[in-house]
């Protein structure tokens, strides 16, 4: 125990000279109060907490600088010296013009150009490039295959119709593509285009099908023109493969701008380069209405219309194959609507587009149409370098002409039933419009067999029914007109009068009328209806 402090009473004077001791004392107070806290057991815990949270708290910050310091010095060494590293300045339409920097996007991109370069070089297997193209080869015979392996393609325009197009020509054989076009991949891109990933966005679109497609196919050669197709490029754009010197073998056009368009498809014509020309796949859904035509006969496509109006104007009419789609705008179908109000408030509408003269608005696109007509491009090239057999039917979507040519046909016989001496009365024929339209289109090709000409069509029987017009009676009520679909030919209406007249009802045969070449050409499409009628 602590000894109990003994208490002094002072006398007011003793007080007063204490006082100014202590006043006069100040420091040697702290001093003592200092001294006593020092000594205190808690103070020392306390003190000693302080010091060492900040020594903690130093040695984070001192840390974290340190880290951030070396982080700034990694990445300062990571850029490459200006003087070491190759920088291009921006194509005049916003893309990247160094290949390079597409080039080293991964290590799989790397990889999958490495393999292309040594393949190119030979250094490819023949047997696997024949055991990948097996399918093709056995379709198109091994001479077949080989035309289309040395051939050279250039495609022009490499957005949702081209990428389908060069991608189809690709895996099928073609060895040389060139590919051209300005753009570059966006967002938007991505619901139609062939090949494009994410990764691809902000790149050119040439360099993204060449990439991706040497993946595929690294046998391939691609040669890419980051450019915009005119009438000044014409001749370097679509000159010859170098260093062999080949020509073009085939030019698809999958432009969507009219200018270059026309300007494409006249420079083809007047140089006899074979081409075949994508027209419009916006605002279109049913791909029953798509096929091959010569660009003199498109409809219900406004860019056809207008492409064929400007070339006509040049004196180009036809002999220019196009694909294009029959379809007719509807209520509650897609369609190119004006730009709004509020866009012409802005200033110059022409300002709004990427190039002068190109559209400003956004056209609706079903993604799965551009690569309809990219493979029904695809596919006519192919036919057409290896020189496979193929006929197309003049144009689809002529139901109405189907149902008038039925009616004809009804008519025919029943003025032969009266000719035979019956009563027309409930008389019934075996066919149907369906029928109709594959003996016009699919038998016939929608020409006449005597003259070949593609319009006012009818269908008629080639010679009079052995042993008399004889009616079927087998069911009560009905009579029906014995008639097989191959006992039928398709001519001008002018013409079937002239057959009905002297075959039909006057008694001469077809060989007293038509010259051989005609009868020939009857047997023909008769025996192919004939073996086309097992897979009916």
């Not at 208490?7 to 007063?16: D, I, N």
């Not at 001093?31 to 000693?48: D, N």
């Not at 893309?95 to 190119?120: C, G, Y």
């Not at 559209?359 to 696109?365: F, N």
């Amino acid at each position: 125990m602590l000894p109990v402090m003994e208490r002094r009473r002072y006398s007011p004077k003793e007080s007063e000279h204490l006082e100014e001791d202590q006043e006069e004392e100040p420091e040697s107070s702290m001093s003592s109060w200092l001294s006593r806290t020092a000594s205190s057991h808690q103070a020392q815990l306390a003190a000693t907490a302080v010091v060492s949270g900040a020594v903690v708290a130093g040695a984070i910050f001192g840390f974290q600088h340190a880290r951030r310091k070396n982080r700034v010095q990694n990445l300062k060494s990571s850029i490459p010296d200006p003087d070491e590293h190759v920088t291009n300045e921006l194509t005049e339409y916003g893309s990247a013009s160094s290949t390079e920097i597409l080039d080293i996007t991964s290590k799989e991109d790397q990889r999958s150009k490495a393999l292309a370069i040594r393949a190119r070089k030979g250094d490819y297997d023949e047997d696997l490039i024949l055991e990948q193209l097996a399918r093709n080869r056995v379709f198109l015979t091994d001479v077949g295959l080989s035309k289309l392996r040395s051939s050279f393609v250039i495609v022009v325009g490499c957005g949702g119709v081209g990428s389908h197009a060069t991608a189809a020509l690709t895996r099928s054989g073609v060895s040389k593509i060139r590919l051209i076009d300005f753009d570059q991949v966006t967002l938007s891109s991505l619901n139609r285009h062939a090949v494009a990933t994410l990764a691809d966005v902000g790149t050119q679109k040439v360099q993204c099908l060449r990439k991706r497609l040497e993946q595929v196919t690294p046998w391939v050669e691609f040669d890419c023109r980051n450019e915009l197709f005119s009438n000044t490029s014409a001749d370097r754009l679509l000159g010859n493969w170098e260093p062999s010197k080949q020509k073009p073998d085939y030019i698809v056009d999958a432009i969507d701008n009219i200018d270059s368009k026309v300007a494409l498809l006249a420079y083809c014509h007047s140089h006899s380069l074979p081409v075949i020309s994508s027209m419009g796949a916006g605002c279109k859904s049913d791909p029953t209405r798509i096929f091959v035509g010569d660009i003199s006969t498109s409809t219900e496509d406004p860019l056809s219309r207008s492409t064929r109006r400007r070339l006509r104007a040049m004196g180009i009419e036809k002999g220019i194959p196009v694909v294009y789609s029959t379809e007719k705008p509807g209520q509650g179908k897609a369609q190119l609507l004006p730009l709004p109000d509020e866009e012409f408030e802005k200033g110059k509408v022409g300002e709004l587009g990427v190039l002068p003269d190109f559209r400003v608005r956004i056209l609706p696109v079903l993604g799965t149409m551009p690569a309809v007509f990219g493979y029904a491009v695809a596919n006519h090239v192919i036919l057409e370098v290896t020189e496979y057999p193929h006929e197309y039917i003049p144009w689809k979507g002529r139901e109405k002409m189907y149902e008038a040519i039925l009616a004809n046909l009804q008519g025919l016989e029943e003025r032969l039933v009266v000719h035979a001496g019956e009563n027309t009365q409930g008389v019934r024929i075996p066919v149907t419009k369906e029928d109709i339209g594959y003996l016009v289109e699919e038998v016939y090709k929608g020409r006449s067999v005597i003259s070949g000409l593609p319009t006012r069509l009818v269908l008629v029987r080639w010679r009079p029914p052995e042993g008399g017009l004889a009616l079927d009676r087998r069911w009560q009520g009905q009579k029906n007109v014995r008639l097989e679909l191959r006992e039928l030919v398709c001519m001008t209406k002018d013409e079937a009068v002239l057959h009905e007249r002297e075959v039909l009802k006057g008694g001469r045969s077809p060989e007293d009328l038509y010259d051989k070449e005609v009868i020939d050409l009857v047997k023909e499409r008769m025996r192919e209806e004939a073996s086309f009628e097992r897979f009916r």
